[in-house]
């Protein structure tokens, strides 16, 4: 078996950071830290899992603006109809 130790938590928050946000490469950050890339990749798996990824968040951003356009849209479409009625 390989040499196991525990990462605190902030320090793997501070790594995975450091690679997203910096460009830090996988490799040199693992290196740096004394951790193999395999633990990295690992963090950066389940990190993914449990939260959206950035293209789905830009997805339902540009979703999310084009529904909330068409309620604008439908909601004007029926204030001119009521008016209409009236008049």
Do not use: C
């Not at 950066?44 to 789905?56: A, G, N, P, R, T």
């Not at 001119?80 to 009236?86: D, P, Q």
Request: proline fraction near 1%.
């Amino acid at each position: 078996m390989g040499n196991f130790k525990v990462i605190p938590k902030e320090v793997r928050e501070q790594i995975l950071s450091r690679i997203k946000n910096d460009g830090v490469s996988i490799k040199q950050a693992a290196e740096e830290h004394g951790i193999s890339n395999r633990t990295i990749y690992g963090w950066l798996k389940k990190q993914s899992i449990s939260s959206v990824s950035f293209m789905e968040y830009a997805h339902l951003r540009k979703q999310n603006k084009q529904l909330m356009e068409l309620v604008g849209r439908l909601s004007l479409e029926i204030e001119k109809m009521k008016v209409l009625k009236k008049g």
